[in-house]
């Protein structure tokens, strides 16, 4: 019962370390979350700055139209390649979110795993408790009925002392060679 209560604390011990693991591993993922996040808005203000820039510069320039052209053509150089980096993150994002959502699931079955066998622990050390006053008692009544048996044997050997020395007489009177076998006996 000792090892089995051992063997279920180094359980609760490795499920405790496992959901630190697995809380720091959360951890870790949302902070490189927050932080490609905010890259990508620092990017995205970025570009939406150049674009602003382009406008302004069009607008107030007004040069050729093949100037004009060319950079439409690098701005949307530039939108598409933001667009694609968009939806990786996007999809990274997504990825992320399942990823968290199956860690949260783990954590809540080791969270109930974890309060299953704190319960069954509790349990089992009542059950040792309560088992310990069992045997305490019965030790306790065991050397009761110890004594008393002792007194009853005292009892008798006292009144059996006085018919066994009767006994013996009569024994001695009715079979003179008995003493010779109890002694060889």
């Known amino acids: 019962m000792l090892e089995e ?8 011990h490795t499920l405790v370390e496992h959901l630190t693991k697995t809380k720091q591993d959360m951890w870790a993922e949302q902070q490189q979350h927050a932080e490609s996040t905010q890259k990508f808005q620092q990017k995205l203000a970025q570009s939406e700055q150049t674009i602003q820039d382009v406008q302004n510069r069009f607008s107030q320039s007004q040069q050729t139209s093949q ?18 980096k ?5 999809n990274s994002c997504a990825e992320l979110r399942k990823r968290f959502e199956a860690l949260l699931q783990q954590r809540n079955e080791l969270k ?8 069954q622990n509790e349990a089992l050390q009542q059950q040792v408790k309560e088992l310990s006053l ?8 065991n050397e009761q009925a110890k004594h008393k048996v002792e007194t009853i044997i005292h009892r008798l050997a ?8 009767y006994a013996q007489e009569i024994q001695q009177l009715s079979h003179p060679n ?3 076998i109890d002694e060889s006996i």
Do not use: F, P, V, W
């Not at 209560?5 to 609760?12: K, P, S």
């Not at 968009?86 to 996007?90: D, P, Q, S, T, V």
């Not at 069992?134 to 009544?141: A, I, M, V």
């Open 5 to 12: 209560l051992q063997h279920l604390q180094r359980q609760i």
């Open 67 to 84: 100037t004009q052209q060319h950079a439409l053509q690098q701005l949307q150089a530039e939108h598409q390649h933001l667009d694609e």
């Open 86 to 90: 968009y939806h990786r993150l996007e």
């Open 112 to 119: 109930n795993d974890y309060e299953t066998l704190a319960s």
């Open 134 to 141: 069992s045997r305490e008692q019965l030790l306790k009544k």
């Open 158 to 165: 006292i009144l059996g002392t006085a018919q066994d020395t």
């Open 178 to 180: 008995a003493e010779h």
